[in-house]
């Protein structure tokens, strides 16, 4: 399985990006994707998931309200999209997925397929 992610950058204080990470060799069908993300110095962090079979998302409270995580089935990739963003969410983002869905899912240690990481910097 490989998990391409992109769609990173520098925006202002304020802006919005919006993440993408497609997945190639399976699907996730009874499982998610999701992403965390690192900023340096800290330790990885859960962001968002997407549970594949029943279309529920779940969200760090730190970035409830300003992202949303969203799929596109047919194309098998997840997405994040990023508002009214701040400084301390800068940090290198990682897509992840899961074949199996896990109760777990803000934990990193639960995700063997990771993205090869994508820096956001939000900055004036």
């Known amino acids: 399985v490989q998990l391409q992610a992109s769609g990173g950058g520098l925006v202002q204080p304020g802006g919005s990006l919006r993440l993408s990470c497609a997945a190639s060799?399976?699907?996730?069908?009874?499982?998610?994707m999701g992403w965390f993300r690192q900023a340096p110095g800290k330790e990885r962090e859960f962001v968002a998931a997407?549970?594949?079979?029943?279309?529920?998302?779940y969200y760090a409270d730190s970035v409830k309200g300003r992202f949303t995580i969203s799929r596109d089935s047919a194309e098998n990739t997840v997405y994040l999209q990023m508002h009214r963003l701040k400084p301390e969410d800068t940090a290198v983002y990682y897509c992840v997925g899961r074949s199996v869905w896990n109760v777990q899912y803000y934990s990193p240690a639960v995700y063997s397929n990771w993205g090869q990481g994508t820096q956001v910097t939000v900055s004036s």
């Open positions: 997407f549970r594949w079979p029943t279309r529920a998302t």
């Open positions: 060799g399976r699907t996730f069908s009874s499982g998610g």
